[in-house]
């Protein structure tokens, strides 16, 4: 079984749906949302959040880091490999997934959390298992583009440091990954580039 992990609210939206889809709002965005309504008391319904919070993260330094992270991914893709951004994640044991569920939780506090348990033969595309700790790296680099307002800038040279890193970091993602199931997926997340019907899905806690 493959486990995900994503609110309450997304879980009913796709049990309503009917399907899991490619592409739907990230966890990060989603905790960033939170942390935007806790701090200006407005609720994502009302006009004023939606050109706030434009500002505040799709303008902000965490949206364009993930538009650098998302770049230097695609570019070292081989082809018919599965692109990052249009791919739904799992992880392969629930332990792992309920970490990430405790993780999550702490970052957004307006959100309650769940698994959801998925049968990989019920799947319809070809999934893959890719190592998360190079993808954490990869966008701890995109990150160092761009400073927040207490950090240095960075000079000329460190940028292109920081890109060279970036572009071996990504070209380690795609030379690691391997078709699921194949052998040992400890430390991995597993990559569907396909929607996953409601039939698949289960809750889990």
Same mark, same amino acid.
């Given at each position: 079984?493959?486990?995900?992990? %994503?609110?309450?609210?997304?879980?009913?939206?796709?049990?309503?749906?009917?399907?899991?889809?490619?592409?739907? %709002?990230?966890?990060? *965005?989603?905790? #960033?949302?939170?942390?935007?309504?806790?701090? %200006?008391?407005?609720?994502?319904?009302?006009?004023? !959040?939606?050109?706030?919070?434009?500002?505040?993260?799709?303008?902000?330094?965490?949206?364009?880091? *993930?538009?650098? !992270?998302?770049?230097?991914?695609?570019?070292?893709?081989?082809?018919?490999?599965?692109?990052?951004?249009?791919?739904? !994640?799992?992880?392969?044991?629930?332990?792992?997934?309920?970490?990430?569920?405790?993780?999550?939780?702490?970052?957004?506090?307006?959100?309650?959390?769940?698994?959801?348990?998925? &049968?990989?033969?019920?799947?319809?595309?070809?999934?893959?298992?890719?190592?998360? &700790?190079?993808?954490?790296?990869?966008?701890?680099?995109?990150?160092?583009?761009?400073?927040?307002?207490?950090?240095?800038?960075?000079?000329?040279?460190?940028?292109?440091?920081?890109?060279?890193?970036?572009?071996?970091? #990504?070209?380690?993602?795609?030379?690691?990954?391997?078709?699921?199931?194949?052998?040992?997926?400890?430390?991995?997340?597993?990559?569907?580039?396909?929607?996953?019907?409601?039939?698949?899905?289960?809750?889990?806690?």
């Amino acid at each position: 079984m493959l486990y995900h992990v %994503t609110t309450e609210r997304k879980a009913e939206a796709i049990k309503k749906r009917g399907k899991m889809i490619v592409g739907y %709002t990230s966890s990060e *965005r989603e905790a #960033a949302v939170c942390e935007f309504e806790r701090e %200006t008391g407005l609720s994502r319904e009302d006009p004023e !959040f939606t050109e706030g919070f434009y500002e505040f993260y799709d303008d902000g330094r965490e949206a364009r880091a *993930r538009e650098d !992270f998302d770049t230097a991914l695609s570019k070292a893709r081989p082809e018919g490999m599965p692109g990052h951004e249009d791919s739904l !994640f799992f992880w392969p044991d629930l332990d792992k997934a309920s970490w990430v569920r405790g993780r999550m939780s702490e970052r957004n506090r307006c959100d309650n959390y769940v698994v959801l348990e998925a &049968d990989p033969s019920k799947i319809p595309c070809q999934c893959f298992a890719a190592d998360a &700790d190079v993808a954490e790296d990869l966008f701890d680099e995109a990150r160092k583009l761009h400073p927040s307002e207490y950090e240095p800038t960075l000079a000329e040279e460190e940028e292109w440091e920081v890109e060279e890193e970036m572009e071996k970091l #990504a070209k380690e993602y795609y030379t690691t990954m391997k078709k699921y199931p194949d052998g040992d997926f400890t430390g991995l997340e597993i990559l569907c580039p396909c929607d996953v019907p409601a039939k698949a899905i289960k809750r889990v806690r």
